[in-house]
């Protein structure tokens, strides 16, 4: 397509050779990342429809001329008020007999307006079109890694500034705002920051709980830029740490350690998964281990695909995944370890450079 860049034309092919396979004339895109991810396009409101000919974009008002301009090749239908009605033209006049959308995020209300607009097209739910990101290119990969790097910044700062007396919340802003200042478009989802007993907490958000000699404090957190995400988890001790301490930690890095050296194409995620999850077992942590292993990274925080025993997938090359084991005791506390990886052509790259060997941040 004429002005269209290589990125965008190999995610528009992709889109073709996905509803190539899907048994419907045209794919219907209304999530943001998707959306995104074929077109190009970066406002929160759109239609895109792809046929083997054609790429239509339907925006409001709002959007007309940012569409035109970030999604070239694309003809762009400047709905005004109605983008809907402005593609239900479209449609009308190409009349496909089969149309596919997005299963697991269009919602029931939406479908029913989709089909009385789109009639007599069928609308046909589709439940893998997530899958079109998961493989990142080499663009992708390389704001993803722009985004890891400031996440490793962040934490190399934190350990200048976490100590007793701090409260969580103090130390969430921090964290956040120096993200933004090191170049993140945003923070990629709201910081965990958990201290104490409250480290036993996965997703414990910050509280004006004082942090105290001796405990752990955890931090999940991450940096988005062009639309890309970083996901990264670290625990500390503060002061001090004692011998349980230590070794629950231990244990939270040998199982990470045994699932990176798993990764690689051809292995299925759910093998990755138990291979973390058979150390912390082994070690009498089995039932501290609630969640999956990781996920994939991308334009969402949360994506396929997942490490997890109910992941199908296998790994491929180019694919973006977290490896976050953890053990969570409740009343004591909580280790949890993350980096972000690239599966390779013959293994796999660690994207995150921030320090796991366990520190003891003196304050």
Known sequence: M???TPTLRSHLDRAREYLGTSGTEALLLLKTENRRYVTGFTGSAGLALVTPPEALLAVDFRYEEQAAAEAPGWTVLRGGRDPLGALAAAVGERKPRTIGFEAEFVSYAQVLRLREKLAPAELVPLNSVDRLRWVKDAEELA????????????FVHMLEVLRPG?????????????????????????SVVASGPRSALPHG?????????????????????????????????????????RRVYQVVLDAQRRALDMIRPGVPCRSVDEAARSVIAAAG???????????GLGLEVHEGPRLSPLEDAVLGPGMVVTVEPGIYLPGWGGVRTEDDVVVTADGCRILTRAPKELRVVLG
């Open 143 to 154: 704001a993803i890694s722009r985004a890891v790097e400031i996440a490793d910044q962040a």
């Open 205 to 245: 958000r910050a509280t004006d709980r004082v942090m105290a000699g001796g405990e752990f404090v955890t931090l999940d957190f991450g940096a988005q830029c062009g639309g890309y995400c970083s996901d990264c988890t670290r625990t500390v001790a503060l002061r001090s740490a004692d011998d349980q301490q």
């Open 2 to 4: 004429p002005g269209t």
């Open 166 to 190: 701090l409260t969580e919340r103090a130390a969430g802003v921090e964290l956040e705002s120096f993200m933004r200042r090191a170049g993140a478009d945003r923070v990629a989802f709201d």
């Open 285 to 295: 942590f089995g039932e501290a281990f609630g969640h999956s292993l990781g996920h």
